[in-house]
Antibody, heavy 119, light 113 residues
């Protein structure tokens, strides 16, 4: 069974750095063509893609957020980690990780984790 | 970045009637070398993550009821629910995967009239 699960703090303060972990099972990120992305959704709003890491360790970032984001993977632990610096209340959202098996649509999603940015 | 737009923002349809959602991309998502449109549709119900419905603009994901269909090419696409069921109440998003960054439409909310 293929699953993904997001974990991280539910509350962060403005200016802090957010670290989220996606732990997955049922597939390997060392398989050619496999990719994991982070996507977020502010309450009541649309989906926004943030970042992606590929099986070959290629990394891609949102144009508007790339200066604040870092994505990495630990293949042995089946984990993908996203860090986002300088958090602001507008970053309050549910953060999802999702799998892509080339070419680019998300066939499996985690349930998401709500992150609130507030002092 | 490719900008995705959707219309309408919301619609209410009677049970058993047809629902039609439109999606437009700011540039073509048709890849000429394989003649495939890099366009997908997701369904999102309250409190749930998005669920993949259709990819390559018109290919239904396994297990998706055949009342859901996708059509279109280039920059203009449509998701049709041929006979709306109560369980279809949700927000529907289109997404292009022609180029990185992938981008989503703003969503269309479907309700029962």
């Amino acid at each position: 069974q293929v699953t993904l699960k997001e974990s991280g703090p539910a509350l962060v303060k403005p200016t802090q750095t957010l670290t989220l972990t996606c732990t997955f099972s049922g597939f390997s990120l060392s398989t050619s063509g496999m990719r994991v992305s982070w996507i977020r959704q502010p309450p009541g709003k649309a989906l926004e893609w943030l970042a992606r890491i590929d099986w070959d360790d290629d990394k891609f970032y949102s144009t508007s957020l790339k200066t604040r984001l870092t994505i990495s993977k630990d293949t042995s632990k089946n984990q993908v980690v996203l860090t986002m610096t300088n958090m602001d209340p507008v970053d309050t959202a549910t953060y999802y990780c999702a799998r892509t098996y080339v070419p680019g649509y998300f066939d499996l999603w985690g349930r998401g984790t709500l992150v609130t940015v507030s002092s | 970045d490719i900008v995705m737009t959707q219309s309408p923002d919301s619609l209410a349809v009677s049970l058993g009637e047809r629902a039609t959602i439109n999606c437009k991309s700011s540039q073509s998502v048709l890849y000429s070398s394989n003649n495939k449109n890099y366009l997908t549709w997701y369904q999102q119900k309250p409190g749930q993550p998005p669920k993949l419905l259709i990819y390559w603009a018109s290919t239904r994901e396994s297990g998706v009821p055949d009342r859901f269909s996708g059509s279109g090419s280039g920059t203009d696409f449509t998701l049709t629910i041929s006979s709306l069921q109560a369980e279809d109440v949700a927000v529907y998003y289109c997404q292009q995967y022609y180029s990185t960054p992938v981008t989503f439409g703003p969503g269309t909310k479907v309700d029962i009239k």
